[in-house]
């Protein structure tokens, strides 16, 4: 298995793209993703695609080394092949796993300047609403309901982030090795926002890099009205849950912020 020698600072980088029907997009994200950051991995980890996408990701893999594929029998979410790309990476020693989706909303000429963050960070989100970001060719009802969303994450839960539901990241394994990961159980936005939690009671130290969001160009949104309920009810239940925890006494972890 071909394995890249890491990232100055960082260590062995491995970005974990999830695909389901991304045939016209993933050899185009692949490429852009080595061309930014040759010196990371790429784990393609498909659900099961009917339209062909396992079998472009692995014939790109046949001919470069530093490109895996991951596949999964049937189409579980976006959270659950996170969760078995975390494992992939962890059983291989990887020192850093990135979160990156397969439409090319996410630039992968963003990734340097987290990898350059990540080397004094436990965990970099990169973010659609710090100073600096843009967000492209989004209705205005799609960024009322982000912003909207994300103030609502972080007033209920009590996290400075901007960008809960932001899914364009970077785990150090140490965060990812702080976080009960066997306790995720949501999928979408709701996802996103857990292991902001998560990671936000363990204390880990968290920033947020401002990219550039842009909304995918070939395929279909994955988004539906049911992610945006299941992320609604699942950090209003969290923060309920929290605020009960607080009045009762019980410790909490504060994040360091830098």
Not at 110 to 116: E, I, T, V
Not at 178 to 200: T, W
Not at 221 to 249: C, Q, Y
């Amino acid at each position: 298995m071909g394995v890249a020698a890491g990232h100055p600072g960082v260590g062995r980088v491995l970005v974990v793209i999830p695909t389901y029907n991304e045939a016209d997009n993933v050899r185009r994200i692949v490429a852009r993703v080595r061309a930014a950051a040759p010196a990371v991995d790429v784990l393609v980890a498909d659900d099961g695609s009917p339209d062909g996408t396992g079998g472009i990701a692995d014939a790109v893999s046949r001919v470069d080394p530093q490109v895996h594929v991951l596949h999964r029998r049937s189409k579980d979410g976006l959270g659950a092949a996170y969760l078995a790309g975390f494992a992939w990476a962890r059983e291989r020693g990887y020192d850093a796993v990135v979160e990156m989706d397969a439409d090319g909303s996410h630039a992968p000429e963003d990734l340097p300047a987290l990898l350059h963050a990540a080397r004094d960070a436990d965990v970099v989100i990169g973010s659609r609403w710090t100073p600096g970001a843009r967000v492209l060719n989004w209705p205005w009802r799609r960024l009322l309901l982000s912003r909207v969303g994300n103030l609502y994450a972080r007033v209920a839960l009590g996290m400075p982030v901007s960008d809960a539901t932001g899914g364009y990241r970077v785990y150090r394994s140490t965060a990812l090795d702080a976080i009960d990961l066997d306790s995720v159980r949501s999928q979408g936005y709701a996802f996103q926002v857990e292991l902001s939690r998560l990671a936000h009671r363990a204390g880990v130290r968290i920033v947020e890099v401002p990219i550039t969001f842009a909304e995918r160009e070939h395929g279909d949104s994955k988004m539906s009205p049911l992610i945006v309920a299941e992320a609604l009810w699942r950090v209003t239940r969290w923060g309920v849950r929290d605020r009960r925890a607080a009045v009762r006494g019980r410790p909490r972890a504060l994040a360091r912020w830098p």
